[in-house]
């Protein structure tokens, strides 16, 4: 249920509606957005729920029951878009952010090497898994602990923030003094035990779309976190798995668009795990942004021929500085901007 405060309405009386929802046994969740207030109102509510008490308390203007099972995540929730602002680099603002790095961090060197070149070209966060979610348990499983410190270092070297992978719950307190966003992995989409620890943290959670999930199950994933109280969620769609196998994934371009109308949540895509293949991140990508994308994640190796992950699909240095070009021509062409460069 989503309570819309009339324009108009004091503090004073949104406070009232958020104690009086509750001492009726629900969470209330507030968004103050431009225009107005809203109250999500969270909880089991019975069917057949009477409204009118609600309805009648000072300032507010409509109760809304809402149909869709993820209330937070949705539009009626938050008409404005969020914009989560990490410390000088915003995502979900009219720029378009860049965020790039290898697959995994492998040691000092190439961390180091591979933040200086994306930064040149314009990326704003650097990427890098140390806990790495390998199919195989006999592949490169990253350097933990250890990664984390190497990739935080050679960010701040080059003034960028950090995104890396959170794998288990047991990751989360040390991480958070490391990372500047969680990503949530496609395989880890639904486990549900880390995405309520993560409604937790004072950080911005990245959630990928699992493999064969759909858009809603990925807005619920959201609700998960937002319901803990973190409402700073951005999406990510990586490719899903269909049964095309030219490329690694299969990349849901009109879920953009339509998580743009479901949510107020910024979308972000990474073109590299969506198609498997170098040469096929740059035309992907460039579509993401013409889709309307805020933000793209792109796996960037010095010497991909040796990564010891996603090698295939890695872009060379010199090709993610023509991704960002292209892209920020195309930003500029519907009316936004690429952030750096
Ligand atoms: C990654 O970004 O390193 C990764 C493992 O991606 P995904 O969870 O989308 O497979
Ligand atoms: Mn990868």
Redesign the pocket.
Known sequence: MIIVLRPGATPAEAAAVVRFVEEAGYTAHRSDGQAQTVIGVVGALPTGLDLRPFEVLPGVARVLRITAPYKLAGRHFRADDTVIDLGGVVVGGREVVLMAGP??VENRDQIRAVAASVKAAGAKVLRG?AFKPRSSPYSFQGLGQEGLELLRQAADEHGLKVISEVMDRSQVDAMADLVDIFQVGARNMQNFDLLRDLGHVARPVMLKRGLAATLEELLLAAEYVMSGGNHRVILCERGIRTFERATRNTLDISAIPVLKTLSHLPVVVDP??ATGVRDKVIPVARAAVAAGADGLLV?VHCDPDHAL??GA?SLFPDQFTTLARQTRAIAEVIGRSQAGG
Do not use: I, L, Y
Request: glycine share 12%.
């Open positions: 697959c995994a898994g590299s795990h796996e992950s996603d699909q």
